[in-house]
């Protein structure tokens, strides 16, 4: 007899195994199934987050920050550092160290919250019975298990370019540039995004000589345009080659080379040769494997499953959340989406606010917003008041010896509501925190320039912006 469970968690990444312990605490008998392997053969729930995204992107993103500081501002510091040599090799078994921690952290969890772990790749079976929905699970678990309730929460995949499949040796998606095994001499990326600029910023921390291909004429063109425009000039200044307005044509596999066949922004035919390519254009939701034909599943016309705004589907009882649906493909949303939806199975009113979701580009130095830009205020017939404060100014970040960037808010001309906060500079990801409580609460620019905020810190720059809007910072 199959095993019954009241709630089926298909995917243990962010959304799938948060939606799990949630569910498991709110009473339900839960199971997660996943199919990530390691490298010993073994489960390693977290998803493309944990495996190949977020997680060891942020290890080697730290690693190469320390090495290009032992290198370079060391010496501001009083420092002296001799004999200098990069052990790649050890940069990335640690990252694989943090990879496994969180992979481990996860199964723990599971077991602390009583949910029921499988390791394969789940797919429906058939309509719904009395018992639930059938699902088959695959090697090494061979399951065939019951749910009242499912959550498909199967994340994405990288997108290649036609012609360009990924090799992961010269031709990289996330997960091989993760593990290129020496420092090349010549990387190319194609695409400016989050994944392409950390990437390529760890590579070129490292030694590499990087060139960035992007086919809009915009530089991070859902970054407020002030704040873009300071991370274009930042970047070029540490040695990122960033070209706009690329069309790119041809890509041809050499023994161990890659030539990648383009035209400029002013349609002038270019050839560059790299030692790798990473190629970073975007995800598409992976489905593929859940058999949604044999139940009636809708996707939409670009492949992701079909929601309502409660991230329910079309069949009754399953719901979906993360990069598989709507909306934009962060971890976070997902985790909160995951609660949600286990909530609203309990009766419970869960809730998922979409304009208050903060971005975060971990690069260095780090960009971090959320609410609105000065752009799609001006769009939308917002009138509205800025406020900007720059790290030159705050004594914290003088003291660490990194001064660049800024922080900028955006408020309602007449009511003062803060309607987006944007940064560039140094830990950025964690000060947008504040940003973020602040719009949730409906606050004010004023609520933030009359709180005290400890002195010296980064987050004083925040509380000058704030005071910026009504032109009276006290600092700058």
């Keep these: 007899m199959s095993k019954q469970f009241d709630v089926v968690v298909i995917g243990a990444g962010p959304g799938g195994y948060i939606a799990a312990i949630r569910a498991a605490q709110l009473g339900f008998s839960v199971a997660c199934v996943d199919a990530w392997v390691n490298e010993k053969g073994g489960p390693a729930p977290g998803g493309t987050c944990t495996n190949v995204g977020c997680i060891p992107s942020k290890a080697l993103l730290q690693s190469s920050e320390h090495f290009e500081h032992a290198g370079h501002a060391f010496k501001d510091h009083g420092i002296d550092v001799a004999g200098l040599s990069l052990n790649l090799p050890q940069m990335i078994k640690r990252k694989d160290t943090v990879v496994k921690q969180n992979n481990d952290g996860i199964l723990f969890l599971f077991k602390k919250n009583k949910v029921t772990f499988f390791h394969g790749r789940a797919a429906f079976a058939g309509a719904a019975t009395a018992d639930g929905y059938p699902l088959t699970i695959s090697a090494p678990a061979n399951e065939t298990i019951n749910a009242k309730q499912v959550i498909i929460a199967t994340g994405s995949n990288a997108r290649a370019l036609p012609g360009a499949e990924f090799d992961e040796k010269l031709i990289l ?213 800025a406020g900007t404060f720059p790290f030159l100014a705050n004594g914290r970040a003088r003291a660490l010896g990194d001064t660049s960037g800024m922080v900028k808010f955006l408020a309602d001309a007449a009511t003062d509501e803060i309607l987006g906060v944007h940064i560039i500079g140094p830990m950025a990801s964690e000060l947008i925190s504040e940003a973020v409580v602040a719009m949730e609460f409906k606050a004010s620019a004023e609520d933030i320039a009359r709180i005290c905020h400890a002195h010296p810190s980064l987050s004083e720059a925040t509380k000058e912006a704030a005071l910026a809007i009504d032109k009276r910072t006290l600092n700058f």
């Design 173 to 385: 998606s996330n997960t091989g540039a993760l593990t290129i095994g020496e420092v090349p001499k010549k990387l190319g990326v194609i695409g400016a995004g989050v994944i392409g600029l950390e990437m390529g910023s760890v590579w070129r921390r490292l030694g590499a000589e990087v060139t960035v291909l992007e086919g809009l004429p915009v530089f991070l063109g859902a970054v407020d345009e002030q704040i873009a425009k300071e991370a274009g000039k930042l970047f070029a200044k540490q040695g990122l080659s960033i070209n706009l307005g690329c069309k790119i044509g041809s890509i041809t596999k050499g023994a161990d080379n890659v030539t990648v066949a383009y035209e400029n922004a002013k349609g002038e035919a270019q050839t560059a040769v790299f030692d790798k390519l990473i190629v970073s254009i975007g995800r598409t939701p992976n489905t593929d494997g859940l058999a949604a034909d044999k139940v009636g599943l809708k996707l939409d016309e670009r492949g992701f499953v079909a929601v309502d705004d409660d991230c329910k589907t079309n069949l009754p009882g399953v719901w979906a959340v993360g990069d598989v649906v709507r909306g934009p493909m962060l971890a976070h949303k997902a985790e909160e989406e995951g609660v949600a939806v286990a909530e609203r199975m309990a009766g419970q009113h869960g809730h998922t606010n979409f304009n208050t979701i903060p971005w975060v580009i971990y690069t260095s130095p780090e960009i971090a917003w959320v609410g609105r830009t000065e752009q799609q205020l001006k769009a939308d017939g917002v009138a509205y008041k």
